[in-house]
């Protein structure tokens, strides 16, 4: 764990879109979607060069869960791509360009977030969606969240392929939340702890567990997502900056020696989850000093560190109504 002032931090360069890899494999098909599950749209021959405008998580194939979106459009298991690495070699696909995959089959697009508004249209399955902002709303199997699409009407997140079931871009205004930035945080920020606080909603956790969470983020990462020169696979994720204190990454500075799945290292709301998931057995943490009990949970080497960060995550945390 590390202790990091708040004050802003610069963001990793964007990755720029490649081309000329060779399809490793014989007949290897490229669907409608980053996933098996999905319609072929057409098959690459052993050899041939595709070019990759975007990269999405999907269906793992021999330890590789990444899909590479082609020229073509359509989606191609990473694994039978000779990029040299499991990682990413380009942008996340919705992360600018290219777009986020449709999950299900006939999924609604409504004219607000939940199943109780008029279905404006229907999306099809592996069909790409700009997302324009968020909000919370009827709960889909565990995901409260809902997406505004370029088209105008809300989607479910459950149906969305975006890597995370926190949220990946601003939240739209009037929609139980503030709208734009969060108190002392920019665009960045503002989304991570949106996906910190959906989290803390969907299971529960009130005000405090808000708090305690908000805090320790302030103060371990300033809201950011690290990955770290010692754990070379925290660069297979999106991150905002690199860090090297021992094996900690992602937001909340989860060593990777306690916390082995850096996916959820490096996901805002699955490492808040993790985080709760220690919160949660802390006896007396509803009523527990704030400070005290993020040290409970981080064993930071700077036990002090987190108090002076109470009121910024008091000002976050009711920004968004909680």
Same mark, same amino acid.
């Given at each position: 764990?590390?202790?990091?002032?708040?004050?802003?931090?610069?963001?990793?360069?964007?990755?720029?879109?490649?081309?000329?890899?060779?399809?490793?494999?014989? %007949?290897? $098909? @490229?669907? =409608?979607? *980053?996933?098996? /599950?999905? #319609?072929? !749209? +057409?098959? &690459?021959?052993?050899?041939?060069?595709?070019?990759?405008?975007?990269?999405?998580?999907?269906?793992?194939?021999?330890?590789?869960?990444?899909?590479?979106?082609?020229?073509?459009?359509?989606?191609?298991?990473?694994?039978?791509?000779?990029?040299?690495?499991?990682?990413?070699?380009?942008?996340?696909?919705?992360?600018?360009?290219?777009?986020?995959?449709?999950?299900?089959? %006939?999924? $609604? @697009?409504? =004219?607000? *977030?939940?199943? /109780?508004? #008029?279905? !404006? +249209?229907? &999306?099809?399955?592996?069909?790409?969606?700009?997302?324009?902002?968020?909000?919370?709303?009827?709960?889909?199997?565990?995901?409260?969240?809902?997406?505004?699409?370029?088209?105008?009407?809300?989607?479910?997140?459950?149906?969305?392929?975006?890597?995370?079931?926190?949220?990946?871009?601003?939240?739209?205004?009037?929609?139980?939340?503030?709208?734009?930035?969060?108190?002392?945080?920019?665009?960045?920020? =503002?989304?991570?702890?949106?996906?910190?606080?959906?989290?803390?909603?969907?299971?529960?956790?009130?005000?405090?567990?808000?708090?305690?969470?908000?805090?320790?983020?302030?103060?371990?990462?300033?809201?950011?997502?690290?990955?770290?020169?010692?754990?070379?696979?925290?660069?297979?994720?999106?991150?905002?900056?690199?860090?090297?204190?021992?094996?900690?990454?992602?937001?909340?500075?989860?060593?990777?020696?306690?916390?082995?799945?850096?996916?959820?290292?490096?996901?805002?709301?699955?490492?808040?989850?993790?985080?709760?998931?220690?919160?949660?057995?802390?006896?007396?943490?509803?009523?527990?000093?704030?400070?005290?009990?993020?040290?409970?949970?981080?064993?930071?080497?700077?036990?002090?560190?987190?108090?002076?960060?109470?009121?910024?995550?008091?000002?976050?945390?009711?920004?968004?109504?909680?």
């Amino acid at each position: 764990m590390k202790y990091i002032p708040l004050i802003a931090l610069s963001l990793a360069a964007t990755v720029p879109i490649v081309s000329g890899y060779a399809i490793t494999g014989d %007949s290897v $098909n @490229c669907r =409608s979607g *980053p996933g098996t /599950s999905y #319609s072929v !749209v +057409k098959t &690459y021959s052993k050899g041939q060069d595709v070019s990759i405008t975007c990269q999405a998580p999907g269906t793992d194939i021999n330890g590789d869960n990444l899909w590479d979106k082609t020229s073509d459009g359509c989606y191609v298991a990473d694994y039978y791509v000779s990029t040299g690495t499991t990682g990413y070699v380009t942008s996340k696909c919705g992360a600018g360009s290219g777009g986020y995959p449709i999950t299900g089959d %006939s999924v $609604n @697009c409504r =004219s607000g *977030p939940g199943t /109780s508004y #008029s279905v !404006v +249209k229907t &999306y099809s399955k592996g069909q790409d969606v700009s997302i324009t902002c968020q909000a919370p709303g009827t709960d889909i199997n565990g995901d409260n969240l809902w997406d505004k699409t370029s088209d105008g009407c809300y989607v479910a997140d459950y149906y969305v392929s975006t890597g995370t079931t926190g949220y990946v871009t601003s939240e739209c205004g009037g929609g139980g939340g503030s709208g734009g930035n969060l108190p002392g945080l920019d665009a960045t920020q =503002s989304s991570h702890a949106r996906a910190i606080i959906a989290e803390a909603k969907r299971e529960n956790l009130g005000h405090q567990g808000c708090l305690a969470a908000i805090t320790t983020a302030i103060t371990e990462s300033n809201i950011l997502i690290y990955a770290n020169r010692n754990v070379p696979a925290s660069f297979n994720y999106p991150y905002d900056d690199v860090g090297h204190d021992y094996d900690s990454v992602g937001i909340f500075q989860q060593r990777v020696k306690y916390y082995p799945d850096i996916a959820a290292d490096m996901d805002p709301a699955q490492s808040a989850g993790q985080f709760f998931a220690v919160m949660v057995k802390v006896s007396g943490w509803q009523t527990m000093d704030i400070g005290e009990l993020c040290q409970t949970v981080q064993v930071s080497a700077f036990p002090a560190a987190y108090e002076p960060n109470v009121p910024a995550a008091q000002a976050i945390c009711s920004a968004e109504g909680y």
